[in-house]
């Protein structure tokens, strides 16, 4: 059985596009280009998963996509908002304390109670096999940057070959090289590059990619070597395979969706602000006209001395403090006027500006509210958008953490591990596996503001659990404040 190779996805989707630019001087034209069609399939291209996570990066973006024949000039970044937006779904979407909930059953006896804590136990340690905080935050990361995501349900082999555990682990995008899924979605065919040093199945220490191909009748697997991709009917011969009968499971583990990432629709006026404000630096400088009194034999103009025959020139000087321009003609020097409309300039990159933002509510509560004065209307309007697109996020990605678990439930039953047994936690094929996440709101309220309403409750005559339910205080935090109510000599 595979044991996964945790390298850093961020390494591998850099060293992908390094390699690309040294071997050809900028990314694939078929990948860094791709055309909008294309980028709805899904895995989307490969260079635009690069240019997504450039922004995202925000490290000389526009020097790469320079270098990558996707921008005019290497502009500086001025204004990039792809950050924080990611950032602020990081904060929202799967961040703090989520409760895990079992379907409700048809009947409600000690035997359903007994499956639904040993059901709770047993995604408890896939989740803990996960590391469940770090694996949300990448999970999160890369819906909103690249829009896909992949998780695998994989099992973990101890030294001597055996499956002592089952945990998720999130696919990067890069080493998704081909997915077919069908019209709800599921994984139907599947291909996983993932650059390797150790081998699994043994030999040398040595630089290679392992490829896994799933399909309808199970896995195969491939060794490549270097750090190369390399097309299907270039693969060398399996060095090892599965049929699903062998497995134990007939399903391929691993849960694929796509988020919106709505900030990926205005990149094209982010690069224009960031276009202008390079425009404005380059033309607000003295410039410096320098002509010629010479002519030639021919009675022509000739250039200044430094300048191209024939031809004006123009050279920043002073570290592009100040610029130059050799004409030719008559003997003279002086500093030119100003015709640039720098006014107009500073309100076309406001108005770009207000139009980002206004496309990407959850940037503008994020990082301009603290400079920004708005009507109560109109924050609560603005906070509202922002949760709405976070809950449309959260929704995905829970719907795809629940397929997930459920798949990890059943190769933990199939590796026959304890605690996952069909008596301990019943069967997929029965509807055990069902769970959800406990809905919770967008943004927390703060403590002073749930215990003012709460007080206030309590004063109109609510009973002191249920107006700490009112006030949105957690079912086991009213419970705490019922029993002390209730306790003799506890005060309030």
């Not at 960031?274 to 002509?291: D, E, H, Q, T, Y």
């Not at 770009?352 to 004065?373: D, K, M």
């Not at 997929?428 to 703060?446: C, L, M, Q, S, W």
Request: some cysteine.
């Amino acid at each position: 059985m595979v044991q996964e190779n945790q390298n850093s996805w961020k390494d591998r989707l850099w060293g992908w596009a390094s390699e690309n630019l040294m071997r050809y001087g900028g990314l694939p034209a078929s990948g860094a280009a791709p055309m909008a069609s294309e980028s709805e399939g899904v895995p989307r291209s490969l260079g635009e998963y690069a240019v997504r996570w450039a922004y995202r990066e925000n490290k000389q973006l526009y020097r790469k996509l320079h270098a990558w024949g996707l921008a005019a000039e290497p502009y500086r970044t001025v204004y990039n908002p792809v950050p924080t937006v990611v950032a602020f779904y990081q904060t929202h979407a799967l961040d703090g304390e989520i409760a895990v909930l079992p379907l409700e059953r048809a009947t409600a006896d000690d035997g359903s109670r007994a499956l639904d804590e040993a059901l709770l136990a047993a995604i408890g340690r896939v989740q803990e096999r996960s590391n469940w905080m770090a694996c949300r935050r990448d999970l999160v990361e890369g819906a909103a940057v690249f829009g896909d995501v992949y998780i695998k349900a994989a099992e973990r082999v101890d030294d001597a070959g055996m499956v002592d555990g089952v945990y998720l682990q999130v696919l990067p995008v890069t080493s998704i090289r081909r997915c077919e899924v069908d019209e709800r979605g599921y994984v139907q065919a599947l291909r996983i590059d993932t650059p390797r040093m150790e081998s699994v199945f043994g030999g040398q220490t040595r630089e290679h990619v392992l490829v896994e191909e799933w399909d309808g009748e199970g896995v195969r697997f491939y060794e490549v070597e270097g750090r190369r991709t390399v097309d299907e009917d270039e693969l060398p011969p399996p060095v090892g395979a599965q049929t699903f009968t062998e497995l134990g499971y007939d399903f391929i583990p691993v849960v694929w969706s796509r988020c919106a990432t709505y900030w990926w629709d205005v990149v094209d006026q982010i690069e224009e602000r960031n276009r202008l404000a390079w425009l404005m630096g380059r033309l607000n400088k003295p410039l410096m006209i320098v002509s010629a009194n010479a002519r030639d034999d021919l009675g022509r103009p000739m250039p200044p001395v430094g300048a191209p025959k024939e031809r004006p020139s123009y050279e920043e000087v002073g570290g592009g403090s100040a610029a130059m321009l050799r004409l030719p003609g008559a003997a003279t020097a002086a500093w030119s006027g100003s015709p640039v409309d720098f006014a107009t300039m500073r309100q076309e990159i406001a108005d770009l500006q207000a139009h980002i933002e206004g496309a990407l509510p959850e940037y503008f509560v994020a990082a301009r509210l603290q400079a920004v004065q708005v009507a109560a209307e109109t924050l609560q309007m603005l906070l509202a958008q922002a949760g709405h697109r976070v809950g449309e996020m959260r929704d995905v990605l829970e719907a795809v953490l629940v397929r997930a678990q459920m798949m990890a439930l059943t190769l933990g039953q199939a590796a026959e591990l304890k605690g996952f047994a069909v008596a301990d936690i019943g069967k997929y094929e029965n509807g055990d596996f069902g769970h959800t996440f406990a809905e919770r709101p967008v943004f927390a309220t703060p403590t002073t503001v749930m215990a003012a309403e709460a007080g206030q409750h309590i004063a109109n005559g609510v009973a002191l659990g249920g107006a700490y339910r009112l006030a949105g205080y957690s079912e086991a935090e009213a419970k705490v404040a019922t029993q002390m109510d209730a306790t003799p000599g506890v005060e309030q």
